[in-house]
C-alpha cells in the first residue's frame, strides 16, 4: 500500500483505499477461478502474490507488475495480470495511482 500512502500526500483528489479494496473484492471470483484451474493440474499450488497495479483517472489498469510471487507458475502469474489489466475501478477526477495488492491463493 506504499503507492497508495504516496499518492495520497499529493493531494486528496485519489482514490479511496476502501474502493479500491471493494473493487478487488468484486473481481476476486474470477482470480479465483483461474487459480482453481490451474490447480487441476497443479494439485499443490498455493502461495501469496503481490502486484503492483497503477489505476488510470478513467478507472482502467494501466499497468501490473508482480512485485512478489511463491506461486511458482509463470503461466498462472501470466494469466492472473492478464485479467486484472481488464478491470476497471471507475472514471473518477483522481490522479493516477499506483497501489500493491497482495493475494493469497490457498487450496479450498
Do not use: W
Not at 482514490?15 to 471493494?22: D, K, T
Not at 492472473?80 to 497482495?102: C, D, Q
Amino acid at each position: 500500500k506504499k503507492g497508495y500512502n504516496k499518492a495520497r500526500k499529493r493531494g486528496e483528489n485519489v482514490r479511496s483505499e476502501e474502493e479500491l479494496i471493494f473493487v478487488m473484492d468484486q473481481t476476486k471470483s474470477k482470480l479465483n477461478s483461474i487459480y482453481r484451474r490451474a490447480r487441476r493440474s497443479h494439485p499443490g499450488l498455493k502461495g501469496k502474490i503481490v502486484l503492483e497495479i497503477t489505476i488510470a483517472p478513467s478507472g482502467k489498469v494501466i499497468k501490473v507488475r508482480i512485485k512478489s510471487s511463491e506461486l511458482n507458475d509463470p503461466k498462472l502469474e501470466s494469466r492472473l495480470v492478464a485479467r486484472i489489466k481488464r478491470f476497471n475501478f471507475g472514471a473518477h477526477s483522481v490522479e493516477e495511482v499506483t497501489v500493491l495488492f497482495p493475494i493469497e491463493f490457498l487450496p479450498s
